[in-house]
């Protein structure tokens, strides 16, 4: 995907479209990944009361399809990524 991005940005370049300064702060933000324990404290809206085990149940919802089972977090790299 990185190649691919870098390719399109480049040849962006090529028809001055674009300049290589917005090509860096592009990919800086592609870079951008938030640490997971950043804003997920007591009270906050991705935070768990202290336990571990509370912040990944935040994250496990329910199943679209049977209300019954329990289903991954639908944006997590590994699903989307394959």
């Known amino acids: 995907m990185l190649k691919e991005i870098k ?27 938030r640490e997971y324990y950043i804003d ?8 768990w009361e202290e336990k571990e085990e509370d912040f990944f149940n935040n994250l ?5 399809y049977d209300i019954n089972e329990k289903r991954a977090p639908k944006h997590l790299f590994n699903i989307i990524y394959f």
């Open 40 to 47: 997920t404290g007591k009270g906050r809206k991705y935070g």
């Open 60 to 64: 496990i919802g329910q199943d679209t």
């Open 7 to 33: 390719q399109i940005l480049s040849v962006q370049i090529k028809h001055n479209l674009i300049n290589e300064d917005f090509k860096e702060e592009y990919l800086k933000i592609f870079y951008r990944k």
